[in-house]
DNA sequence: GGCGATTTACTCGGATAAGCATTGTCCGAGTCAGAAGGG
DNA sequence: CCCTTCTGACTCGGACAATGCTTATCCGAGTAAATCGCC
């Protein structure tokens, strides 16, 4: 697993929609003053969260973004995952390494076992706790 | 952090290493052979090791790698950081984000635990576990 | 003045470049063994 | 025959491309409001 800006800009819009309430959609010109970040390289990053049906939008004037589900139901885990990919041990990076294969299974258990920690953290913390 | 293809070939090198016992060193090339692995950059991960002082090479012939420790003395941890980098919780990334101080420092501890489990789990590990 | 078609401004959406890290390749530096030559 | 020198083969070492992923950018699709024209 790894953190990118991507997905810490997903949490971060997160958090910032989470503040606004769900009353009107919030443009992606907005989140991106408000973060300090490329406004077009943002709008991909929330375009893949809408895909992931986490967000919602609306196009055209007073269009923007909105949560899907409250803050409270929206954990990193699910904003993470959305733009990373799944958090696994990397395992097929292994299996193209001939090695003995008991030493590939303890290798990789022990990065699993790194992932489920990670999976399982993430999934304690809400956009709700971040947005407090 | 994240398991690149090359941190898991210089485990397994080190497992290779570690079978062969400290009689005489072993050629990169057999190495290579032993893991299906292109040998030169096989060199590559090798010479990091050499660098972090885990391994111990001789050139010329009949030259080739040794581990410069007991098996028991390494972990996957020393292997992992001396060819990945260290393993932190890339806060980085998050610094040159705008947010809330409060929003920002939950995302970094968040990170930083994993980081901490990550490395408390691979420093458990030894080398010499692995080779049996 | 009221209604409707049209234009316009504004938003997100997806396809397209630029930058950077990981992976892969090549040639040179170092080292020992063996052969060649002279004493 | 023995010692020295030289050549050559074999190893690692570091500099140089190629590939893939992350980041950044651009232009087009969609939408609602405002405008203009007609009744």
Redesign the interface.
């Known amino acids: 697993?790894?953190?990118?800006?991507a997905s810490?800009?997903g949490?971060?819009a997160g958090?910032h929609l989470a503040r606004q309430g769900k009353k009107a959609p919030i443009q992606g010109k907005e989140i991106a003053e408000?973060?300090?970040?490329p406004h077009d390289y943002l709008l991909k990053v929330l375009q893949q969260l809408v895909k992931a049906r986490i967000f919602m939008s609306e196009r055209g004037p007073a269009g923007g973004f909105q949560l899907r589900k409250d803050p409270d139901q929206i954990t990193?885990l699910d904003i993470v995952e959305a733009i990373e990919g799944p958090i696994d041990?990397?395992s097929n990076?292994?299996h193209?390494?001939?090695?003995?294969p008991n030493?590939k299974h303890?290798?990789e258990s022990?990065?699993n076992?790194?992932a489920r920690?990670?999976r399982s953290?993430?999934k304690k913390?809400t956009i709700k706790?971040?947005?407090a």
Request: aromatic share 8%; no cysteine.
């Open positions: 697993m790894k953190l990118n800006r810490a800009l949490v971060f958090i408000s973060l300090g970040t990193l041990g990397d990076v292994l193209e390494i001939q090695a003995q030493a303890s290798l022990a990065y076992d790194v920690f990670a953290l993430l913390t706790d971040l947005a």
